[in-house]
């Protein structure tokens, strides 16, 4: 007879093959369909999408922003909620008619518009699917030109003082918002990743230093061309202005009409999403990676406890506390091992007047070459962070590098145990006594993406990896309240050489105690899927499919025909109304 008690499979789906169809696949049983799209109107008076590429930038600021990433909901009733969601960049060659071969101001102004973040009410029908409410009073489009302020130890300081706001505190916007984070007191976190890409400048021969260049500004743009229409990106002009980016921001998603504060205390680096975790002595403390190749991972621990039911007090909650870096300890051959968490503060571990370091502040700016000057371990591109609902162990996607091995500052080994690593890994770690501000922690690597079709050795994958399971390039990471992990993947989708039988983007589930991996769901052609929330039930689960027919690849996701691919957050059930992934 078998017992009630009997533990049931905590994946209960059937998995889906590898797909290069230009469809967004899920599991039999399960239905999809799109939520939002690109370009949908949020704002009242906003006009419908028209795909010739010709809407204008006030158009576009009342619509839903271009390539959906990291969102989070926060539940008004049982029936409504809001979802707040970042923009991270834009494609030109979908954006505008002329692909961005002739950029006008007013088309900086559009792109400007196309990035940011979107909160919008959704409500749930009788028939329990959920769709987005245009004109709620709650709708929001925030932008590249959005006021913000500037709070913590860096508000204020000479280095983020510009022609424009001699304060160092008033700052326009926010850009490349990658991933984003939630707080128990109701605000929305999001993250500034590449922000370096927008700065640019007409004197082709400006020299910038070392410390500029560890965060990739130069005078050549990533090809949006803002500074050629828009002087405050011009580096040459206005040098300042990009100390003013790379943060983490936090809004409240409940006022349409408040300011959105970047929070200086937490570090300026390429930010992918914030894990917030309570620990049990009430301090909140914050997980964060800084994704690039040879980048570093870090937390915050904030210097005050969280109290319930004081929203005030909590809201400060991200203003002051002590950053830290990781530290893994490698031993050869070793996929475990030990690590620390070393503190950047000003006077500490060598950072100095001496080495650079004027002052606290110049720690948070230049929070790279703050870990670099305490010995912090270079990683494989630091991407997602989650944390397990159990609070004792944590997971971090290192989604591929290149460059592993073959620069001297980063060595093969520890938890970036491959050169020329394309496939990926995650990498889990315990903290001591499962408390969040020890500075102890332990490590080993839940898997290693490979191709066991291809390769025999550690490019083949960690053993939970098989060829109806292979994936590569591991990147949006999240939790449900089972304890099911939710993996996203931004890799290479030629399915050929290294990545056959890998087929399009995908998502997948596994269990993080048994260490098996299925695969839930395909996207359309050229896409990565990245960006998760789940309705407080768990019976709905938000997708975001990303950059569908990039670099004019053929894909005409979602509405099919000859249509204008778009950057879609799709919602997904259970045909018999479950829990998903159960
Ligand atoms: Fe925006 Fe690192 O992904
Ligand atoms: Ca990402
Ligand atoms: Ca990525
Ligand atoms: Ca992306």
């Known amino acids: 007879v078998a017992s009630v008690s009997q533990k049931t499979a905590l994946l209960g789906f059937q998995p889906v093959p590898a797909s290069t169809a230009d469809t967004f696949v899920v599991p039999a049983g399960y239905r999809a369909q799109p939520l939002i799209s690109w370009g949908d109107p ?106 913000m302020q500037l709070t913590g130890p860096v508000a204020g300081h000479p280095l983020v003082k510009t022609a424009q706001d001699t304060s ?68 040459a002009q206005h040098p300042h202005e990009p100390h003013r980016f790379g943060w983490i921001v936090e809004i409240d998603p409940m006022n349409p009409e408040s ?89 500490k571990h060598g950072l100095t007047a001496e080495n650079g370091f004027a002052d606290q502040a110049e720690v948070l700016i230049f929070a790279r070459a703050a870990a670099t000057q305490v010995g912090a371990t270079t990683m494989d591109r630091p991407e997602w962070v989650a944390i397990h609902p159990n609070k004792q162990s944590v997971f971090c996607t290192l989604t591929n590098n290149k460059h592993r091995g073959k620069k001297d500052h980063q060595p093969v080994g520890g938890p970036n145990p491959r050169a020329a690593n394309h496939y990926g890994q995650i990498v889990r770690w315990y903290p001591a006594q499962a408390s969040h501000i020890s500075q102890a922690f332990t490590w080993d690597l839940f898997v290693l993406a490979g191709n066991p079709e291809v390769h025999q050795d550690l490019y083949a994958g960690s053993a939970n990896i098989h060829a109806d399971n292979m994936f590569n390039s591991p990147d949006g990471l999240g939790f449900d309240q089972s304890g099911r992990l939710w993996i996203q993947t931004d890799g290479n989708y030629s399915n050929a050489g290294d990545f056959a039988g890998m087929g399009n983007n995908q998502m997948l589930c596994a269990d993080p105690h048994s260490g098996e991996i299925k695969r839930f769901a395909t996207g359309p052609i050229a896409c990565e899927l990245t960006g998760l929330a789940f309705s407080p039930d768990y019976k709905t689960l938000f997708v975001g499919v990303q950059h569908p027919g990039e670099d004019l690849a053929p894909s005409h996701f979602p509405a099919g025909g000859q249509s204008k691919p778009r950057s879609t957050i799709m919602m997904i059930q259970k045909e018999d109304g479950g829990v998903i992934g159960s």
């Open 42 to 147: 949020l704002l009242q008076q906003a006009p419908a999408f028209d795909e010739s590429g010709t809407q204008n930038s006030q158009a576009q600021a009342g619509q839903f922003g271009d390539n959906t990433d990291g969102m989070s909901l926060f539940p008004l009733a049982e029936d409504r909620a809001l979802l707040a969601v970042n923009n991270e960049y834009t494609n030109y060659e979908y954006l505008f008619a002329h692909q961005g071969k002739s950029m006008s101001a007013e088309d900086v102004k559009k792109a400007q518009a196309a990035h940011g973040v979107s909160i919008f009410e959704i409500r749930r029908q009788a028939d329990g699917r959920w769709h987005y409410v245009q004109g709620s009073e709650f709708n929001r489009r925030i932008t590249a030109y959005t006021p």
């Open 259 to 347: 300011t959105p504060l970047k929070r200086t205390a937490l570090g300026r680096f390429k930010h992918e999403n914030a894990a917030l975790v309570l620990d049990d002595t009430g301090h909140v403390v914050v997980y964060m990676g800084d994704d690039e190749r040879g980048e570093h991972l870090y937390k915050f621990v904030s210097k005050h406890k969280y109290q319930e039911g004081q929203a005030q007090h909590n809201r400060q909650l991200l203003e002051e506390g002590t950053l830290y870096v990781a530290r893994f300890e490698a031993q050869e051959g070793a996929l475990e091992g030990r690590g620390q968490w070393i503190e950047l503060t000003h006077g």
């Open 168 to 235: 160092g505190t008033h700052v326009l916007g926010t850009f490349n918002n990658c991933a984003n984070g939630q707080t128990p007191w109701g605000t929305y976190l999001t993250c500034e990743e590449n922000f370096h890409g927008y700065f640019g400048s007409a004197q082709a021969d400006l020299a910038l230093d070392a410390r500029a260049q560890r965060y990739g500004l130069g005078a050549k743009d990533a090809g949006y061309q803002w500074h050629t229409q828009d002087e405050r990106f011009d580096l």
